[in-house]
């Protein structure tokens, strides 16, 4: 079992930056990928970013150009900086992981999520 801690979220004005990390522990033999979801209120959870253990990295259109994820995969951590900020980021925001056990099953954990609300 893999958990993950998320922190980071909160309030920022339009046009603003923040920064949102995320640390997986547990019993792990390998995290393949881990990435960034987000969920409005009334909306689907929809991705905003993925990182591979290779550095390859996948983007949401609505957030290309302003996000950057970025992975640390001695650590097993996970950032997202968000920058230049739009009212429609407001969502809680979850961090994912893939991850391979010592038994080489491929399994995916999520944390409990935290809140951005870009507001002025």
């Known amino acids: 079992q893999v958990q993950l801690v998320e922190s980071g979220g909160g309030l920022v004005q339009p046009g603003g930056s923040l920064r949102l990390s995320c640390a997986a522990s547990?019993?792990?033999?390998?995290?393949?990928?881990m990435g960034w979801y987000r969920q409005a209120p009334g909306k689907q959870r929809e991705l905003v970013a993925t990182?591979?253990?290779?550095?390859?990295?996948n983007y949401a259109d609505s957030v290309k150009g302003r996000f950057t994820i970025s992975g640390d995969n001695a650590k097993n951590t996970v950032d997202l900086q968000m920058n230049s900020v739009k009212p429609e980021d407001t969502a809680v925001y979850y961090c994912?992981?893939?991850?391979?056990?010592?038994?080489?099953?491929?399994?995916?954990?999520w944390g409990q999520g935290t809140q951005v609300t870009v507001s002025s």
């Open positions: 994912n992981a893939e991850y391979s056990t010592w038994s080489r099953a491929i399994l995916y954990s």
């Open positions: 547990g019993s792990i033999f390998r995290i393949n990928a």
């Open positions: 990182v591979t253990s290779g550095g390859s990295t």
